[in-house]
């Protein structure tokens, strides 16, 4: 079975643009959600969904956009990018809600570099 | 902001050797978890122990968990240049976000 797979690996923006990102859940899994890694430091949660709604944000600001459709896939749209917005973008699947008992597959991410 | 923090940050031992990394958390948990990460890439998750726990294997790995302390250990007995990567914790944040808190992790490095 596949992993979670995302599209695409890398990525140069310039300031100001806009970018999506596109993530691919472990078939079966229902819940996808968005971490920013910035190098050297832990991923950072920014967005969890569940059956296509938003159930969980980070500390990030309203430029950062994410919705989950009926096949459970889901993008990742940040506008107006900053320096600061360059980073690994890595989404992670979940068979069900919640992280209590869960573990999270990742995918490899896509590593976005803004200029 | 990260609510756990590793140590070391940086670890170098022969193959062979074991390699001790601990996580410190600051809010109390359900569970804990470590992940594996090579290379900037995606990470892996190796073992999950629940805040009832106090110790858990999974091959060369054995993880143990302090919740008077706040901390938690993960030892890799018999080190192999393969499992060179970075090894992050991560918590679940006990509110309404289902979102795991990772630490900002510990870069091991085993010389062949």
């Known amino acids: 079975d596949a992993g979670v797979t995302q599209s695409p690996t890398h990525l140069i923006k310039t300031r100001g643009q806009h970018v999506t990102l596109r993530c691919s859940p472990i078939?079966?899994?229902?819940?996808v959600s968005w971490y920013q890694q910035v190098l050297g430091q832990g991923p950072q949660f920014i967005f969890q969904y569940y059956e296509k709604e938003e159930r969980g944000r980070g500390n990030f600001p309203d430029r950062f956009s994410a919705r989950q459709f009926p096949n459970y896939s889901s993008e990742l749209n940040v506008n107006a990018l900053l320096l600061g917005d360059s980073a690994l973008y890595l989404c992670a699947s979940s068979l069900e809600l919640g992280t209590a008992n869960e573990k999270l597959f990742f995918g490899s991410g896509t590593q976005l570099s803004v200029l | 902001s990260q609510q756990g923090e590793e140590d070391p940050q940086a670890l170098s031992i022969q193959e062979g050797e074991n390699a001790t990394m601990n996580c410190s958390y600051k809010t109390s948990i359900n569970n804990l978890q470590w992940y594996r990460q090579n290379s900037g890439r995606g990470l892996v998750h190796l073992i999950l122990i629940r805040s009832n726990e106090r110790e858990k294997h999974s091959g060369r790995l054995r993880v143990t968990l302090d919740t008077s302390k706040k901390s938690s250990s993960l030892l890799i007995t018999a080190s192999r240049a393969a499992d060179t990567a970075s090894y992050f914790c991560a918590t679940d944040a006990r509110d309404s976000s289902y979102k795991l808190i990772f630490g900002s992790g510990t870069r091991l490095l085993v010389r062949p």
């Open positions: 078939s079966g899994h229902k819940s």
